[in-house]
């Protein structure tokens, strides 16, 4: 008889077989993305720099050696094969999209060719990836990470969307400020999603508006969540 029991918010599983005795699936569990900028289009690849991720398998805190194993991209069931080294199985990630982050799940094969199995996770703190090529800049060396916009400008009594396309995992929060002051509901403003609608441009839209994204986790096991924040500014002029 065999039981799955999942512990650390199921980032470590423990095989417990009672005919013989406990297999415990170890790992590195998180790893932190490092983006190597904060901007990205879809003619410009985001890249992290990210480390690998690695599991294998011990009895009783003996290593086993594993002779195959594989890891699932969760979010979308894409399946990478891993590389045995040294009794372990490896994803080489090294520089990647950023869009790689997010949990995984490793399956290794013992030399008795049982199956075991445990979830990891890659962190990505926010982004920015717009849809389309924008003109924007990056504060150099800000922290949070600053990025403006190219100012914005709409007629009187037109609509505008103002997009705020942060990308992060966890999966971030998103909120608007409006000349440092944090914009709540009326009849002009509209959300959709994390981007803001002006409905029917008058003079009271002008302004700075800013986005905040922030997500929070941990950057060793156990422990605290630190947070991550990013900025990005767009100047509203109406005419």
Known sequence: MKLINCISIALLCT????SSAEITVI????VVGSPESHVGT?????YANIQNLWCGAQNLGEHIDVEYGEFTRLSDGKVFKGTVNQGKVYLEIGKAS????GRYRC????????IHSGNLIIYMPPVLDFPAAVRVSEVLNARPPHVIGAERRGLHGERMVLECPVLANPEPMVRWEKNGEPLGNSDSIEYDGNNLILNSLTE???GKYRCIGDNSFPLFVDGP???????FDQ???VL
Do not use: C, G, M
Not at 107 to 114: A, F, N, P, S, Y
């Open 204 to 206: 009271d839209h002008i």
């Open 15 to 18: 095989l417990v077989d009672f």
């Open 225 to 231: 969540a630190i947070p991550h924040q990013i900025y």
């Open 107 to 114: 399956e290794v094969r013992t030399l008795d060719k049982e």
């Open 98 to 101: 950023v869009k790689v982050a």
């Open 235 to 237: 100047d509203i002029k």
């Open 42 to 46: 879809p003619n410009k690849t985001l």
């Open 27 to 30: 790992s590195n569990l998180a």
